[in-house]
């Protein structure tokens, strides 16, 4: 079926998503890797700019000279409870 054209998809730049930041500074979130695309928690917002983020690592608190793309990053959600937290099927204390 493929006659050499390229086919329009109906995407025109003026309809890609480019809206601002709207994460906090503190909010725990996921970062995309660059490379492989993934998604990699222990991170938090560091600062909020116009075109995206700062973020720092939790594991050491390095803040990354970066800007990170609002497309980029996403709140974390966690999977599982965590510990300690009261009412939590984790929480042995009860």
Do not use: K
Not at 48 to 62: E, Q
Not at 65 to 91: C, H, K, N, T
């Amino acid at each position: 079926m493929y006659q050499g054209e390229p086919q329009d998809i109906g995407v025109r730049p003026e309809t890609v998503d480019t809206a601002p930041p709207t994460l906090e500074i503190g909010t725990q979130i996921c970062v995309r890797d660059r490379f492989l695309g993934n998604w990699g928690s222990g991170f938090v917002v560091a600062g909020v700019l116009p075109g995206g983020y700062h973020i720092r690592r939790l594991s050491d608190g390095l803040t990354f000279p970066d800007v990170f793309a609002v497309d980029d990053v996403r709140m974390e959600r966690r999977q599982e409870p965590d510990r300690g937290i009261a009412g939590s099927y984790l929480d042995r204390s009860l």
